[in-house]
Structure formats: structure tokens, C-alpha cells
């Protein structure tokens, strides 16, 4: 006898998980995305930064004092939709006991000490990726975004466009797939 699926309305949960956009969302935000989603709770929502779409910008762009002087070669990478007025930075790392750890919202101060810290990676973001309540939930019921554990491996990839296929490609035959169908199938 197989096993009963889960209800729908049982709780997911995702925090600490990578989303990948699925091929169908494509529009310019989400557009084959890769998104470490840092806080998920289904009754207050989630939150999350897209990790693979650097903006071709650098810190120095933005930030010009002196206090982000050691950050000022730095790659923008843009975060989501939501505040993007704000810069952030975060840090990265992966730990042998409990997986791919991160630190987000960090001061100009704390991102140059987790930069030179070796296994760290360190971004700056413009925006966030931000779900209300439920909002999340019911777009993975729709098959908006494919959920996957990150692995130790994600931090030695470039974390640009690319980034999506790759992990895509390693979930399973199916996915990859869809990770080397060319953005428009009609015109193969």
C-alpha cells in the first residue's frame, strides 16, 4: 500500500533551503533565480536573496566613504524586488556540523572582518525577495519555484546566471532537462 501523500495545509519548511525559480517564471525579477531563503515561517512569511544575479555594479558604485573603502571592489548583487533602495551586506560559509550558514544585514565593519575570513563569502545586496504569510506556500503548490538543499559545493560556483542551471541540472533527469531547454523552445 503507498504511502499517503501530506496534506496541503500541513506547514512547509524551507528556511535554510536554495528556491529555484521554476522555467516558467520569467519575468525579469525571478527570471531563472536562485534564492537562499534566510527566514520562512508560514504565518509571518518569508525572506530570502537572490544569489545569482550580480548587477555588474561594485560597492564603489554606491558607497563612496571611507568606511567602505576595503568593501568598495565588492559585486552588487540584486537581492529581490522588495526595499531596493537599501544596500546590505551578507556573508556566506558552509560548516561542517550544520550546512550553509549565513549572516545578513551586517555593517560595513562586520562585512570587511567576514571577508577576510577564508571560506567566507561575502555580497552586497540591493533588495530583498519577501513573501507575506502564506504567500510562499500557495505559490509552491502552484510549481512556482522548485525547493533543494544547498550543498557544500554551492559556494565554489559563480553566483551569476549560470548558477541556476547548474544546481538545476543535479536534482534529478527531469530537471536536468529543463535546466538545458533554451529560453524559448519554439524557437529550436
Not at 561542517?96 to 552586497?124: M, N, Y
Not at 559545493?153 to 547548474?166: A, F, K, R, T, V
Request: zero cysteines.
Amino acid at each position: 500500500m503507498a504511502a499517503e501523500s501530506s496534506p496541503p495545509d500541513l506547514p512547509i519548511q524551507l528556511q535554510g533551503q536554495l528556491l529555484l525559480a521554476d522555467p516558467s517564471l520569467r519575468d525579469g525579477t525571478f527570471n531563472r533565480s536562485v534564492i537562499l531563503l534566510a527566514e520562512h515561517r508560514a504565518d509571518q512569511g518569508a525572506m530570502g536573496l537572490i544569489l545569482n544575479h550580480p548587477t555588474g555594479k561594485v560597492v564603489g558604485d554606491f558607497l563612496s566613504a571611507s568606511e567602505f573603502a576595503s568593501l568598495s571592489k565588492l559585486a552588487v548583487h540584486d537581492g529581490g524586488p522588495v526595499s531596493r533602495d537599501q544596500l546590505t551586506f551578507s556573508s556566506f560559509w558552509w560548516s561542517k556540523k550544520t550546512g550553509l550558514r549565513w549572516a545578513l544585514r551586517l555593517s560595513a565593519e562586520d562585512a570587511a572582518k567576514h571577508a577576510s575570513k577564508p571560506g567566507r563569502i561575502v555580497r552586497a545586496f540591493v533588495g530583498y525577495s519577501g513573501w507575506t504569510a502564506g504567500q510562499l506556500e500557495n505559490e509552491l503548490r502552484r510549481s512556482s519555484w522548485i525547493p533543494a538543499r544547498p550543498q557544500k559545493n554551492l559556494l565554489g560556483y559563480e553566483h551569476d546566471q549560470g548558477l541556476w542551471s547548474e544546481l538545476l541540472r543535479h536534482l534529478s533527469p527531469l530537471h536536468r532537462i529543463l535546466a538545458e531547454a533554451p529560453d524559448d523552445p519554439t524557437l529550436n
